[in-house]
């Protein structure tokens, strides 16, 4: 029996006790007048039988599955030659996987080795073994859980707290589950941010300006040491997502004042979902799009404008360099990619603002546009300065159209027609492809990612500071 089909028997039996005991509650009801003489409702009674049978199966479904592969890993390698036994861990590792391809039919004991016959006899026993006893297992704690329960409903036994406090702890589990998950992004992070300024100094990563983290294999090669200053990335990454800032910003928040404020009924349901429509294209889309059509168009127009400066001794114009790789393109496109999200976060946050608060500026004597300007836009500022810190986010994030239209060159400029890179970019390129992984030039990804980490930690705490400052509280 396969692991799925085991699962949806273990939820059919949680189903089907959980409308036994909502049975059997009812019967123990009628002698004594009916429900209202319970200690608490039949679905509590039902979802607690119905708990006691899903609950303790699946913790058994999944310790059977996370220890059942480490266990017999275990028994078979003391089949193992006395040789093989004293292998260094990676090559002990190998040799476990040739004899599971053994076991499951890929390859020959005689390619491995007649001496491993007995550990793949072993490992085919107990892997048999293993899939015959976890169905047994996990039915037997299904009838138990059931049974147990069956005999906790009676009239006096208030089942409502045991329920409640069960649901409580899944909650409890579940909103921990997000904090240990960043915490342990943030460890390994930093673990291997330490690993890597070890090897390169901090105020050289910090305060350098020139990246190149080519790491020669041999110290006569060229490049053999690497150059890994990251203001270049920073410079480019605050260059594009300020472009796509300046683009996305003015056209989300009027698009959506328009909308919660101007616009009929029929053109909201038409407008607005056309406009959502923007978030659900694939970025990759977008790059293709930046790099086939908006960068070759701000290359010719640029080439076209120098050779009017040319042509009428302008100076500035005549010496015009547009690279066919720009901040301007990746910006322009990336700032186009979330306009959806400053325009949905503030419409909701906009007609959110109560209606009592345009009415009394109505009978002040207060036109729309003051109302907008003085009432409904200071109270809907914090939603707002939400709505443009998580658009600034995905500037930040965003890789796929950089790399497409801006390029991989890590210039230290802050001219929107040069080509640039990003922080993101960066950490893709360097984990790609085969190097170690304690060298320094893998190693930067993870500083780079710590850095990225601490910028959008400053985002989220300035963020904080407007909203605390502009809140206001209203009945």
Same mark, same amino acid.
């Given at each position: 029996?396969?692991?799925?089909?085991?699962?949806?028997?273990?939820?059919?039996?949680?189903?089907?006790?959980?409308?036994?005991?909502?049975t059997r509650s009812q019967q123990i009801a009628k002698p004594i007048g009916g429900v209202r003489h319970l200690a608490t409702l039949p679905s509590y009674y039902a979802s607690m039988m119905s708990i006691w049978a899903l609950v303790p199966a699946l913790i058994a479904v999944v310790?059977?599955?996370?220890?059942? *592969?480490?266990?017999?890993?275990?028994?078979?390698?003391?089949?193992?030659?006395?040789?093989?036994?004293? !292998?260094?861990?990676?090559?002990?590792?190998?040799?476990?996987?040739?004899?599971?391809?053994?076991?499951?039919?890929?390859?020959?004991?005689?390619?491995?080795? /007649?001496?491993?016959?007995?550990?793949?006899?072993?490992?085919?026993?107990?892997?048999?073994?293993?899939?015959?006893? !976890?169905?047994?297992?996990?039915?037997?704690?299904?009838?138990?859980?059931?049974?147990?329960?069956?005999?906790?409903?009676?009239?006096?036994?208030?089942?409502?707290?045991?329920?409640?406090?069960?649901?409580?702890?899944?909650?409890?589990?579940?909103?921990?589950?997000?904090?240990?998950?960043?915490?342990?992004?943030?460890?390994?992070?930093?673990?291997?941010?330490?690993?890597?300024?070890?090897?390169?100094?901090?105020?050289?990563?910090?305060?350098?300006?020139?990246?190149?983290?080519?790491?020669?294999?041999?110290?006569?090669?060229? *490049?053999?040491?690497?150059?890994?200053?990251? /203001?270049?990335?920073?410079?480019?990454?605050?260059?594009?997502?300020?472009?796509?800032?300046?683009?996305?910003?003015?056209? *989300?928040?009027?698009?959506?004042?328009?909308?919660?404020?101007?616009?009929?009924?029929?053109?909201?349901?038409?407008?607005?979902?056309?406009?959502? /429509?923007?978030?659900?294209?694939?970025?990759?889309?977008?790059?293709?799009?930046?790099?086939?059509?908006?960068?070759?168009?701000?290359?010719?127009?640029?080439?076209?404008?120098?050779?009017? *400066?040319?042509?009428?001794?302008?100076?500035?114009?005549?010496?015009?360099?547009?690279?066919?790789?720009?901040?301007?393109?990746?910006?322009?496109?990336?700032?186009? !990619?979330?306009?959806?999200?400053?325009?949905?976060?503030?419409?909701?946050?906009?007609?959110?603002?109560?209606?009592?608060l345009r009415d009394g500026s109505y009978g002040l004597g207060a036109t729309q546009s003051e109302t907008i300007k003085k009432v409904v836009f200071p109270a809907a500022l914090p939603g707002i300065v939400g709505g443009v810190l998580l658009a600034a986010s995905r500037a930040i994030g965003e890789t796929m159209i950089v790399v497409m239209a801006a390029g991989l060159a890590a210039n230290l400029t802050v001219n929107p027609l040069e080509a640039v890179t990003t922080v993101t970019v960066q950490i893709v390129t360097l984990l790609v492809g085969?190097?170690?992984?304690?060298?320094?030039?893998?190693?930067?990804?993870?500083?780079?990612?710590?850095?990225?980490?601490?910028?959008?930690?400053?985002?989220?705490?300035?963020?904080?500071?407007?909203?605390?400052?502009?809140?206001?509280?209203?009945?």
């Amino acid at each position: 029996m396969n692991l799925s089909t085991l699962l949806l028997i273990t939820f059919v039996a949680s189903a089907g006790a959980y409308f036994i005991g909502y049975t059997r509650s009812q019967q123990i009801a009628k002698p004594i007048g009916g429900v209202r003489h319970l200690a608490t409702l039949p679905s509590y009674y039902a979802s607690m039988m119905s708990i006691w049978a899903l609950v303790p199966a699946l913790i058994a479904v999944v310790l059977w599955s996370v220890l059942d *592969g480490s266990i017999i890993s275990s028994l078979v390698k003391g089949a193992l030659p006395t040789e093989a036994k004293q !292998m260094s861990q990676e090559n002990l590792g190998l040799l476990m996987s040739q004899v599971e391809n053994v076991a499951i039919g890929i390859g020959s004991i005689e390619t491995l080795g /007649i001496e491993y016959q007995p550990a793949v006899e072993r490992l085919k026993s107990l892997t048999l073994v293993s899939k015959q006893s !976890m169905p047994v297992l996990v039915i037997v704690i299904l009838i138990i859980g059931m049974l147990l329960g069956f005999r906790a409903i009676s009239p006096h036994y208030n089942a409502r707290y045991a329920v409640e406090k069960i649901f409580n702890v899944t909650l409890f589990v579940c909103s921990s589950i997000a904090i240990f998950t960043t915490f342990g992004i943030v460890f390994s992070v930093l673990l291997e941010s330490l690993a890597f300024f070890q090897k390169v100094p901090f105020f050289d990563f910090v305060l350098g300006t020139h990246w190149s983290p080519q790491i020669a294999i041999r110290a006569d090669q060229a *490049g053999a040491s690497g150059s890994f200053g990251v /203001i270049p990335l920073i410079v480019g990454t605050l260059l594009i997502s300020f472009i796509a800032l300046l683009i996305a910003v003015p056209v *989300g928040l009027m698009s959506a004042v328009y909308l919660s404020e101007y616009a009929s009924r029929r053109v909201r349901g038409i407008v607005k979902p056309a406009l959502e /429509i923007l978030a659900g294209v694939p970025t990759v889309v977008y790059g293709f799009f930046a790099a086939l059509t908006v960068a070759p168009a701000i290359r010719r127009y640029g080439d076209a404008l120098r050779d009017w *400066g040319a042509e009428r001794d302008i100076e500035f114009l005549a010496n015009l360099a547009v690279s066919s790789e720009s901040a301007l393109a990746a910006g322009l496109v990336m700032g186009v !990619m979330i306009i959806p999200f400053v325009s949905s976060l503030s419409d909701d946050v906009i007609n959110a603002v109560p209606q009592s608060l345009r009415d009394g500026s109505y009978g002040l004597g207060a036109t729309q546009s003051e109302t907008i300007k003085k009432v409904v836009f200071p109270a809907a500022l914090p939603g707002i300065v939400g709505g443009v810190l998580l658009a600034a986010s995905r500037a930040i994030g965003e890789t796929m159209i950089v790399v497409m239209a801006a390029g991989l060159a890590a210039n230290l400029t802050v001219n929107p027609l040069e080509a640039v890179t990003t922080v993101t970019v960066q950490i893709v390129t360097l984990l790609v492809g085969d190097q170690e992984f304690d060298s320094a030039k893998t190693l930067a990804a993870f500083a780079l990612g710590l850095f990225l980490f601490v910028i959008t930690l400053a985002l989220n705490v300035v963020a904080l500071k407007v909203v605390k400052k502009y809140r206001e509280q209203y009945d």
